[in-house]
């Protein structure tokens, strides 16, 4: 299986503030697909943001933003203006050739008051 | 249907028992993948069908799990004398296309079956 790194496993910021969860992933195709979901306590997996390979800008979808550097094969999601609301945990995960869809260990980001 | 339902919800079975979840995609979702999921980890590839085939089944970990989609639509997957390293949550999700790279791609989860084996 393609790996994908999440290198943090817990992370804390002040509500209001903007945080940055990392990505890496290993690929040698030219083409894929990046996204990222969040899992809050209840256990659901909420889609927040898709980045193709190949798409010039960096997506944003709302309070999201991914930051996209396919050179260093990473796909940070940006969360700016933090609310209570955003504590979960976060998933990157990379879709390959042959429709390979894999995810990453994940980040547990905690929104201090 | 609207979403992706998965039933049960929660199974608790012995060891050696056999057991089924069901997977009811969104109507018109031509992928299906199925993830096992254990407490505090990402969710782990199982199985992917495109249409009514197993694309991929390289993540079935052992020949006491199979999949099925018989009419491209449900999936239900079936655990043989189940152990009780077996237990984690099981997530079926679906996608509108499983070829290609878009938005199309994105994958929607169901609510996940939990399984516990004693």
């Known amino acids: 299986a393609q790996k994908i790194t999440q290198t943090q496993p817990g992370m804390f910021v002040q509500e209001k503030e903007a945080v940055t969860l990392d990505c890496t992933y290993d690929?040698?195709?030219?083409?894929?697909?990046l996204f990222w979901y969040k899992q809050p306590s209840s256990g659901e997996m909420i889609f927040l943001i898709y980045?193709?390979?190949?798409?010039?800008q960096n997506a944003t979808e709302g309070r999201y933003s991914l930051n996209f550097q396919k050179a260093r094969k990473s796909a940070n999601l940006v969360i700016s203006a933090s609310q209570l609301g955003d504590s979960a945990m976060y998933f990157c995960a990379v879709k390959y050739n042959f429709n390979k869809f894999y995810f990453g260990s994940g980040t547990k980001l905690n929104v201090k008051p | 249907g609207a979403g992706v339902s998965q039933t049960p919800s929660n199974k608790v079975t012995e060891k050696g028992k056999y057991v089924e979840l069901r997977c009811d995609p969104i109507s018109g979702h031509t992928a299906l993948y199925w993830y096992r999921q254990s407490l505090g980890q990402g969710p782990e590839f199982l199985i992917y069908?495109?249409?009514?085939?197993?694309?991929?089944d390289s993540g079935l970990p052992n020949d006491r799990f199979f999949a099925v989609r018989p009419e491209g639509s449900v999936s239900t997957l079936k655990i043989q004398r189940t152990e009780r390293g077996d237990s984690a949550v099981y997530l079926c999700a679906s996608s509108l296309l499983g070829t290609g790279f878009s938005g199309a791609n994105v994958l929607t989860f169901g609510a996940g079956s939990r399984l516990t084996v004693l």
């Open positions: 690929t040698s195709d030219p083409s894929y697909g």
């Open positions: 069908f495109q249409g009514t085939g197993a694309a991929d």
């Open positions: 980045q193709g390979s190949y798409d010039q």
